[in-house]
């Protein structure tokens, strides 16, 4: 949960329902941002309740020794709780050394309470706390997005170049100095099944501006056309440009928690410029490059990544598809059947031949098999294809084959 002004452990121990509270170990994590409160007394799996970011309050229901808690203690540490808060004197009557050693080795504050509380009082002041500052959150981000819809008229060309300084408060001769492309955010279709709400694409834009930020990008978010977009000014190195982007496609999908099953979010990049004028175009490829990728189970978020992906989507005549398929069939259905039919990898061994270029080492390397299986698979293959693998231009059809069949058969 991504928030304005954070609500930390340190803002926690200085409110009035922790006053009571003794900070025994831990202290290094005073600035561990929560993202919420939840009492816990179950002693099984704690990876099943939590996600990280927490801060837990128990009471040891049950416990008859407190060294009971110290694997318990170190299972939520290591998922990433923000901190820990004990309430001694109902069922445990001291902390044990190891999670003091934990707390400090985790920087994870450990909090006591010597006197009875009543833990449904700490939850509901705590939640109230963070909800306060979710919702300043939301409207701050709100009011942003709100600030950048003059953008709207530079993604559809409807804009002079002076008034784009003028929007942009900096000079031309400082935002000569960029780099500009337009990128795209949305969850991957097949994860979901339910329509999003605008607060989670505010919190999403909130955590993009500012993980962009770190990769050397500013990013200006908006909504066109019902989806979260951004122009993207580039200040980092030009070489380097690719591989922050896809940093900041990493980080955001770590950061969001969206792993383990959990939806994922495609961010698309289109043609990149040093010309604003190109703005426009960037905004159309931005938006195939998005089409294309929500149809790949591998996304190429990339728009000059894209290579022969974006050619074959611009082929939108049904009857020529038809014939396409039938052509790529015709290529590699003799690996595809005998695949199906013996349960074997040809296909997937083929296209790891071409891809190590004829190495025949790092192939078997990469498939995890021996040489002498690797020369055997090869051997069925040439068999069943009676062509010359080398062959520059049977190579180049069968490469471009599974490059289609990818796409043109694994549709969302």
Same mark, same amino acid.
């Given at each position: 949960m991504?928030v304005e002004?954070?609500?930390t452990?340190a803002?926690?121990l200085?409110?009035?329902d922790?006053?009571?509270?003794?900070?025994?170990?831990g202290?290094?994590?005073?600035?561990?941002?929560?993202?919420w409160v939840?009492?816990?007394e179950?002693?099984d799996?704690?990876n099943e309740?939590?996600?990280?970011?927490?801060?837990?309050l128990?009471s040891?229901v049950?416990?008859?020794d407190?060294?009971k808690?110290?694997?318990?203690?170190?299972?939520?540490?290591?998922?990433?709780?923000?901190?820990?808060?004990?309430?001694?004197g109902m069922?445990?009557?001291e902390?044990?050394?190891g999670?003091?050693? /934990?707390a400090?080795?985790?920087?994870c504050?450990l $909090?006591?309470?010597?006197?009875l509380? *009543?833990f449904i009082? !700490?939850t509901? #002041?705590?939640?109230?706390t963070i909800?306060?500052?979710?919702?300043?959150s939301y409207?701050?981000?709100?009011?942003?997005?709100?600030?950048n819809?003059?953008?709207?008229?530079w993604?559809?060309?409807k804009?002079?170049e002076?008034r784009?300084?003028?929007?942009?408060?900096?000079?031309k001769?400082?935002?000569?100095?960029?780099h500009f492309f337009?990128?795209?955010v949305?969850?991957?279709?097949s994860?979901?099944?339910?329509?999003w709400s605008?607060?989670a694409y /505010?919190?999403i834009?909130?955590?993009?501006r500012s $993980?962009?930020?770190?990769?050397?990008? *500013?990013?200006?978010? !908006?909504f066109? #056309?019902?989806l979260l977009?951004a122009i993207?000014?580039?200040f980092?190195k030009?070489?380097?440009w690719?591989?922050?982007?896809?940093?900041v496609?990493?980080?955001?999908?770590?950061?969001l928690?969206m792993q383990?099953g959990?939806?994922q979010?495609l961010?698309t990049?289109g043609?990149?410029s040093?010309?604003?004028?190109?703005?426009?175009?960037?905004?159309?490829?931005?938006?195939e490059?998005?089409n294309?990728?929500?149809r790949?189970h591998?996304?190429c978020?990339i728009y000059e990544?894209?290579?022969l992906?974006? $050619?074959l989507?611009?082929?939108?005549?049904?009857?020529k598809?038809?014939q396409?398929k039938?052509?790529i069939?015709?290529?590699?259905?003799?690996l595809?059947?005998?695949d199906v039919s013996?349960n074997?990898?040809?296909?997937l061994?083929l296209k790891?031949?071409?891809?190590?270029?004829?190495?025949?080492?790092?192939?078997?390397?990469e498939?995890?098999?021996t040489r002498?299986?690797?020369?055997?698979?090869?051997?069925?293959i040439?068999?069943l294809?009676g062509?010359d693998?080398l062959?520059p231009?049977k190579?180049?059809?069968l490469?471009?084959?599974?490059?289609?069949?990818?796409?043109l058969?694994?549709?969302?």
């Amino acid at each position: 949960m991504f928030v304005e002004k954070e609500v930390t452990i340190a803002d926690i121990l200085n409110s009035e329902d922790f006053h009571d509270a003794t900070l025994v170990a831990g202290s290094n994590g005073q600035n561990n941002t929560v993202s919420w409160v939840h009492v816990l007394e179950t002693w099984d799996d704690a990876n099943e309740w939590i996600d990280g970011g927490e801060l837990i309050l128990c009471s040891g229901v049950g416990v008859d020794d407190p060294k009971k808690l110290v694997p318990f203690f170190q299972q939520l540490v290591k998922k990433g709780i923000a901190g820990f808060c004990l309430q001694l004197g109902m069922y445990v009557n001291e902390v044990p050394q190891g999670m003091i050693d /934990l707390a400090n080795a985790y920087d994870c504050p450990l $909090l006591v309470f010597h006197r009875l509380v *009543r833990f449904i009082d !700490l939850t509901r #002041d705590t939640v109230k706390t963070i909800m306060e500052f979710v919702n300043n959150s939301y409207l701050k981000e709100k009011q942003i997005l709100d600030q950048n819809s003059w953008m709207i008229h530079w993604l559809n060309g409807k804009i002079s170049e002076e008034r784009i300084y003028e929007q942009l408060k900096q000079p031309k001769s400082e935002v000569s100095k960029y780099h500009f492309f337009t990128t795209i955010v949305e969850y991957r279709k097949s994860d979901i099944t339910y329509h999003w709400s605008d607060s989670a694409y /505010l919190t999403i834009s909130k955590s993009l501006r500012s $993980l962009f930020a770190e990769n050397q990008f *500013r990013l200006y978010p !908006l909504f066109a #056309d019902g989806l979260l977009t951004a122009i993207v000014l580039d200040f980092g190195k030009n070489d380097s440009w690719k591989k922050r982007f896809k940093a900041v496609i990493e980080m955001t999908n770590r950061d969001l928690r969206m792993q383990e099953g959990k939806p994922q979010l495609l961010i698309t990049a289109g043609c990149r410029s040093k010309n604003i004028k190109d703005i426009p175009r960037s905004y159309c490829t931005a938006k195939e490059t998005m089409n294309l990728c929500q149809r790949q189970h591998t996304p190429c978020p990339i728009y000059e990544d894209m290579n022969l992906y974006y $050619l074959l989507g611009l082929i939108d005549d049904k009857e020529k598809g038809e014939q396409l398929k039938g052509f790529i069939l015709d290529q590699i259905k003799p690996l595809l059947t005998f695949d199906v039919s013996h349960n074997s990898k040809l296909m997937l061994t083929l296209k790891k031949y071409y891809q190590c270029n004829f190495s025949k080492k790092q192939t078997a390397m990469e498939l995890g098999i021996t040489r002498q299986s690797l020369y055997y698979r090869l051997e069925q293959i040439h068999d069943l294809l009676g062509v010359d693998l080398l062959e520059p231009e049977k190579r180049l059809t069968l490469e471009v084959s599974f490059m289609f069949y990818d796409y043109l058969f694994n549709e969302v």
